[in-house]
């Protein structure tokens, strides 16, 4: 990793997980507009919604992620078996990080839409749809949290430090967004609304294909397979 793309690739990962809740509590106007009747109260739902469920999949993806790689060891106990462990592990992987990148992507990209195809949606039931969608980006963002956590501790300590300082750039992209979208078309609160949940949403694409293509480089795959056949060897 000579230039540092996988470094990089890392931090916006983390800075992918933590934009969905910067992205579901910054746009005020467009909820004060789409909700007046609960503008004035709004974050008192979102925010602690969204915490309940990112530590409610961080209770429960703590023990499985970080006792992982021991299972593994145990199920592929013999150095020869190393690369159809690392296929194996790193399908299992796809499924914490990529999947969970991917659903948080069609929750965002999707919401503003829903007025527009289902006319006889209220209020209310748009509301509950924002709640849901709260609920859906704090589970799997505590999903992607904890497994990339996980992962960087196969690589060296450089990549964990890179997933942890891009958390930090979450709000200050989401504020770029929202600043870019106030110049597109300040009057149309829809439009930039939905541009707005659109390019946040595929923030998140672009993690999970990024997340693809690092996972299948020579560097990440020596790594795994010198952790595992390390472990083998103890045992």
Known sequence: DTCGIIEFIFMLMGTGYMLSYNALITPI????NEYPHYSSDIMYYIVPIHRAFLFLSLLLM???CFTYNN??????????????SSNNSRISWHLLI??????????LSMYPFFPQYIKT???SIYFMIL???CSFCGFFAGIIQTAITSFCNYLPSR?????ISGQAMAGIIVCVIKIITKCINESNYKFTGKIYFVIGGLFNALCA??????????FVRYYMDKSLNSKNEKT
Do not use: C, E, R, W
């Open 29 to 32: 106007d467009y909820y004060s």
């Open 62 to 64: 703590l023990t499985p």
């Open 71 to 84: 299972n593994h060891v145990q199920h592929h106990g013999n150095i020869q078996a190393s690369s159809k």
């Open 98 to 107: 990529t999947i969970p990148f991917m659903v948080i992507f069609m929750a």
């Open 121 to 123: 949606i209220d209020q």
């Open 131 to 133: 709640l849901i969608i």
């Open 159 to 163: 990549y964990m430090k890179a997933s």
């Open 209 to 218: 294909i990024l997340f693809i293509g690092a996972n299948n480089t020579k």
